[in-house]
């Protein structure tokens, strides 16, 4: 079943500030808890999940962290929800096969279309029109800041 989460939000919202604020350097995990809140218990566990379905990648070492694994344009938030569904150990509610006919034909089948409706407009949203919107909300990007375009 589709609900939003807390870890789903950390999730895109980790990616998102990878995404934003990336620069030359990868972004490390503790930057982006200062950035957003997000928990380092709920954030690592996310991050890795994210590296191991080719959302993120990770980088080893004393400068390490995380960068996107492709462009910005080409992750779309149906990928990262997916990703944390895969986390989530609750039993989907829909898959159960007890209740009654009402529920069996009617309401299960309506909800699994509104489901694939609200999938459907998150594979359509990119991880680069929720940078845009950023922007367009006046949020500045560190990542920019510490870009040197010296040759």
């Keep these: 079943m589709l609900r939003i989460t807390k870890k789903m ?3 895109i919202e980790a990616v998102l500030d990878i995404a934003y604020h990336a ?14 809140g997000i928990p380092q218990r709920y954030l690592e566990q996310a991050l890795q999940h994210l590296v191991r379905d080719d ?15 492709r462009e910005r344009r080409r992750i779309c938030l149906g990928d990262i929800v997916r990703s944390v569904r895969k986390m989530e ?18 309401v299960r089948p309506l909800w699994s279309l509104i489901q694939d409706d609200v999938m459907k407009r ?3 949203t990119t991880i680069d029109d929720l940078c845009n919107s950023a922007i367009d909300a006046g949020i500045e990007s560190e990542g920019r800041k510490n870009l040197d375009f010296i040759i």
């Excluded at 620069?23 to 957003?36: F, Y």
């Excluded at 990648?57 to 995380?66: A, E, H, I």
């Excluded at 609750?90 to 009654?100: F, I, Q, T, V, Y």
């Design 55 to 69: 959302i993120l990648v990770g980088v080893r070492g004393p400068r390490g962290g995380y960068r996107l694994a």
């Design 23 to 36: 620069g030359s350097e990868p972004v490390q995990s503790r930057e982006i808890t200062r950035r957003q």
């Design 9 to 11: 939000l950390f999730a």
């Design 89 to 106: 150990t609750a039993e989907d509610p829909l898959l159960n096969e007890d209740g009654s006919d009402l529920g069996q034909k009617v």
């Design 122 to 124: 998150l594979d359509s």
